[in-house]
């Protein structure tokens, strides 16, 4: 799928000097009724590629399929990766994009109540598999997560019942399930970390600096907070 987020995105006639990877993670970027990449993360990487006279190409793929073909590719990079202290030798970076981070939902009229993450063990709580936070939550030994591909099916799950909680992002969750007619309430925040454009390690250097530098720009003229980053 090629995205037509912006006068750069590669043509035909156009060999694309980056190839970028994204998932269904809406509203940051999502596949649009149109056949384009949109939502506000993929409008700032195009944006940020056109001033810095690069020419991109997107492809919408499963998480895992998009990361391993970033990962096994020079010029190759994933919007986005939370950009965690375990990840941050493994790529090359460009961000923040975006402060994102997660934690734990529930139904808006459920009666459970946390007050750490353990005290999630005993409910059944869906998770996209691979996520970070649901490495993190596997890693602290959750016996009852129920993994699933796209994280749209933990809205679902929720509503049915098949699940009392849902492991999810900050950002994605509550538009997710707005737009599947599920009515959640935050529980429990876990924690909070930067989304940058994660590169294959081998991308040319001079392309993400440039990036970086047009980015930094516009950080600049709108200030923000550190992010706290994830320790593994």
């Known amino acids: 799928m090629l995205a037509g987020t912006g006068v750069s995105a590669a043509t035909d006639n156009t060999r694309p ?3 970028i990877y994204t998932e269904d ?3 940051l970027y999502f596949p649009h009724e149109d056949g384009r990449i949109d939502g506000s993360v993929t409008r700032l990487v195009q944006s940020l590629a056109d001033e810095a006279g690069i020419s991109v190409q997107m492809h919408m793929r499963p998480f895992k399929r998009g990361l391993n073909a970033v990962e096994s590719n020079a010029n190759h990079c994933f919007m986005a990766l939370w950009r965690t202290e375990a990840r941050e030798p493994n790529f090359k970076w460009v961000g923040p994009l975006e402060i994102d981070g997660y934690g734990l939902f529930a139904l808006k009229d459920s009666s459970i109540r946390l007050s750490s993450v353990e005290d999630s ?3 059944a709580t869906g998770a996209v598999g691979g996520w970070t936070s ?3 939550l596997q890693d602290a030994g959750h ?3 129920v993994l699933v591909y796209e994280d749209r099916l933990n809205a ?3 509503k049915t019942g098949h699940t009392q909680l849902w492991l999810g ?3 994605s969750s509550p538009y997710v399930a707005a737009q599947e007619g599920v009515e959640i309430r935050k529980l429990l925040t876990l924690q909070t970390v930067e989304l940058a454009l994660a590169c294959n390690p081998k991308t040319d250097v001079s392309l993400t600096d440039r990036l970086q530098a047009v980015l930094n ?3 600049e003229k709108k200030p923000q907070s550190n992010p706290k980053r994830l320790t593994q």
């Open 17 to 19: 000097e980056i190839v």
């Open 25 to 27: 993670y809406k509203p």
């Open 121 to 123: 063990f005993g409910y």
């Open 134 to 136: 649901t490495n993190e």
């Open 143 to 145: 016996p009852n997560l």
């Open 156 to 158: 679902n799950m929720l």
């Open 169 to 171: 992002g900050l950002i």
């Open 217 to 219: 720009s516009h950080l």
